[in-house]
């Protein structure tokens, strides 16, 4: 470690000393403090340096939300080892290719997902180890058994700019790909959100978001460089976030649609108190928002961020400031808009959205060209649309062509992904599949196909195939089925049109469902 370097361990170390016996985990009965986090930790590095990991190795964890996900987060951050979290969502294919992307030395996974990754295992010839974390299972190895009685530091040699977690991101190109992040990309969240949120010790967090999301690790993060409480779910569950809500007096929270319209709608049925939350933050709709900000105190920050950028870094701001925005330019993020040779727009014309600044993380895992393809010019390109208005405040506009992405309640799915399985269909001859506005989860997916000919089937059928083979938040909401699809002068399917056209048709649907009248 060198004389400038500074860890997200070092900051464990750091409260351990500062906040020593203040709370700084609770999960389900077990409460902890920042002293007992330290020590466990390092109880942890140990027996993980016993059972062979080093530094530059990878863990993998396939697993809901608990107290040992964070200490192997912590243990790593130790150690130098890389943490690989994997999305308990996706199917056994998908996490076969991550897993398999990535290489993990050790992996972590809950007793549900033994039969699964046993399945794999002959094909898994780089894990040299696998734990259960959540109950002793035969064949395996018990998490706990790691927890031996050595303590002290793990002697080891981590730097700032070392990777600590690699997110996968969607799939834009058929295959996710892995973001590295650094210690250093993280704690540069952290100070950021501590100083624009004004975090403090006093501040306690319900983590609603998984581990293996940005959003749901950085939040997570800043409340504990803070020296604040985390208070850790398996998974949402409206009714226990607010019993936690209202007797733990939680003032902080991540969200994506419709997290928040559930805890609203729960909160007025059983007169709950939420008088304690003060930032809420995540993707939700202006009446949602607006709502919350009615019945409680708690103000409603928006951003714009993607998991190459550490999360919701590069703007940040109280919704209902500007209503629509993505927020004005944040501290430590230098935001520009250019046109597709590269070349600044003026203020107000849209264009992509260009990022530098110390959150930008450090490259995909293992793809130098697509690392260098993102980072030309000195700028992380998002392949985002949208302009920055005189006031410094960006507005997203949509994804670039080459980067179609749908958000659906904070997961991003690319059409080429979807499009790809339902074209594994025997009946279907073409389809494209994009995203259209939803009341629920913001955005939803919809697919337009075309069956070969003499071949016929509904919409459930194709969900369900669909659901079957990729994770289910994948698979399309809405399905028409046409006989043919509009092409460009060249003859190829032109998306744009069928876009226009579908979106337009679930609009008139949409009025038709209002005014008390569905026409199919």
């Known amino acids: 470690m060198g004389l400038y370097d500074f860890t997200i361990y070092n900051i464990i170390k750091h409260n351990a000393i500062v906040y020593k016996d203040r709370i700084a985990w609770k999960f389900g009965d077990q409460v902890i403090t920042h002293s007992q986090f330290h020590e466990n930790i390092n109880r942890l590095a140990h027996g993980l340096v016993d059972a062979g990991l080093q530094k530059g190795d990878r863990i993998g964890i396939l697993a809901q939300n608990s107290l040992d996900y964070i200490y192997l987060y912590g243990a790593s951050a130790q150690i130098g080892s890389i943490v690989v979290p994997i999305s308990w969502r996706l199917k056994p294919k998908e996490i076969e290719y991550i897993i398999s ?6 992996l972590f996974i809950e007793s549900e997902f033994q039969e699964m990754i046993g399945k794999m295992a002959s094909r898994f010839w780089f894990i040299e180890r696998c734990f259960i974390l959540d109950k002793p299972m035969e064949g395996f190895v018990f998490f706990k058994d790691l927890l031996g009685n050595k303590g002290g530091e793990i002697q080891s040699d981590v730097g700032s700019n070392d990777t600590f977690v690699i997110l996968y991101t969607a799939a834009s190109s058929g295959e996710p790909k892995g973001a590295a992040l650094s210690h250093q990309n993280l704690i540069y969240y952290n100070l950021q959100t501590m100083c624009v949120w004004r975090l403090t010790h006093e501040d306690i967090n319900i983590n609603l978001l998984p581990f293996f999301h940005t959003q749901g690790l950085v939040v997570c993060l800043s409340v504990m460089q803070a020296g604040g409480l985390n208070i850790i779910i398996p ?7 607010i019993k936690h809500i209202q007797e733990d007096r939680v003032t902080v929270f991540s969200e994506f ?37 009615e019945l409680t105190s708690a103000t409603f920050w928006t951003g714009y961020g993607q998991t190459e950028t550490s999360g919701g870094s590069v703007s940040l701001a109280p919704y209902l400031k500007k209503p629509g925005s993505a927020g ?6 230098e935001v520009k808009i250019v046109d597709h040779s590269g ?7 849209a264009g992509e959205i260009v990022v530098r600044g110390p959150m930008v993380f450090k490259g995909y895992w293992n793809r130098e060209k697509e690392t260098e393809y993102t980072f030309r010019g000195g700028w992380h390109h998002t392949g985002d649309k949208g302009y920055l208005d005189a006031d410094g405040y960006l507005w997203f506009i949509g994804r670039l062509t080459e980067k179609d992405l749908i958000k659906t309640g904070g997961e991003n799915v690319y059409p080429e992904e979807v499009e790809k399985v339902i074209l594994e269909h025997p009946f279907v001859e073409q389809v494209v599949v994009f995203g259209v506005p939803d009341s629920q989860w913001g955005e939803a997916v919809k697919a337009v ?3 070969k000919k003499g071949q016929s089937m509904d919409e459930e059928d194709l969900m369900n195939f669909v659901a079957n083979r990729i994770a289910r938040f994948k698979k399309p909401k809405y399905v028409s089925f046409v006989s043919s699809l509009p092409k460009n002068i060249g003859g190829d399917i032109n998306r744009e049109r069928v876009k226009a056209l579908y979106r337009e048709e679930m609009g008139v649907k949409k009025e038709k469902q209002q005014s008390g009248v569905v026409e199919e």
């Open 101 to 106: 992307d990535a290489h993990p030395k050790i």
């Open 449 to 451: 196909c075309v069956l």
């Open 328 to 333: 004005v330019c944040a501290l430590l993020s």
């Open 235 to 241: 998974k949402f569950d409206a009714d226990l976030a």
């Open 343 to 349: 070349k600044n727009v003026e203020t107000g014309e």
């Open 257 to 293: 649609a419709p997290m928040l319209t559930t805890i609203l709608d729960k909160a007025r049925e059983g007169n709950f108190d939420l008088s304690s939350l003060r930032i809420i933050t995540g993707l939700d709709s202006y009446d949602t928002i607006r709502r919350l900000e």
